[in-house]
């Protein structure tokens, strides 16, 4: 079974940067096209950035120009640098297939206050 291991969140302040870690187990990770989700207090969970296994991206609105998602296959891990963070970026990330097809993994929280 596929286990995601979301890691990089914490405590910025807006403006700041900070960079999430995915790693994932198992010997086909690099046949996925992966993404990274965010669910804010409230709302659904959304998509944040997604990229093939060929390596091209794709972003929400809210996240372009300001995240970046990557991958290393021989690392098994996907990677989502993000800046010019803002309040309303606060929230837990995730990563999965896209779209979702392996359990979640308990995420990585994301605050961005003053």
């Known amino acids: 079974q596929v286990q995601l291991v979301e890691s990089g969140g914490g405590l910025v302040q807006p403006g700041g940067s900070l960079g999430l870690s995915c790693a994932v187990s198992?010997?086909?990770?690099?046949?996925?096209?992966m993404g990274w989700y965010r669910q804010a207090p409230g709302k659904e969970r959304e998509l944040v950035a997604g990229?093939?296994?060929?390596?091209?991206?794709k972003y929400a609105d809210s996240a372009k120009g300001r995240f970046t998602i990557s991958r290393d296959n021989a690392k098994n891990t996907v990677y989502l640098q993000m800046k010019s963070l803002k309040p309303e970026d606060t929230a837990v990330y995730y990563c999965?297939?896209?779209?979702?097809?392996?359990?979640w993994g308990q995420g990585t929280q994301v605050t961005v206050s003053s």
């Open positions: 999965n297939r896209d779209p979702p097809g392996f359990m």
């Open positions: 198992g010997s086909l990770f690099s046949i996925y096209a």
């Open positions: 990229i093939s296994r060929g390596g091209g991206t």
